[in-house]
């Protein structure tokens, strides 16, 4: 993890089928990846941190703007 940014208040996340989680931070990490023998390293920028949830959150069109 390359920066970690707490919400004073956590964020509130609608889902699609009307639940809602809550966001406590934004992080950027640095990945890596390969395809087609290509090896690419990158920062995934905004990344929400929700406890509790099997995954961490990432907007696609925040990867989008980010060139991914």
């Known amino acids: 993890m390359l920066t970690y940014q707490e ?3 956590p964020k509130e996340i609608s889902m699609v089928n009307g639940g809602l989680i809550y ?3 934004l992080r950027t990490f640095r990945v ?3 395809a087609n023998g290509q ?3 990158a920062e995934l ?3 929400y941190y929700t406890p509790g949830f099997y995954a961490q959150l990432v907007l696609l069109r ?3 703007r980010q060139g991914w």
Do not use: G, H, N, V
């Open 62 to 64: 925040k990867l989008q």
């Open 7 to 9: 919400f004073t208040k």
């Open 39 to 41: 090896e690419r390293e």
């Open 23 to 25: 966001a406590y931070s």
């Open 32 to 34: 890596a990846s390969s």
């Open 45 to 47: 920028q905004d990344i």
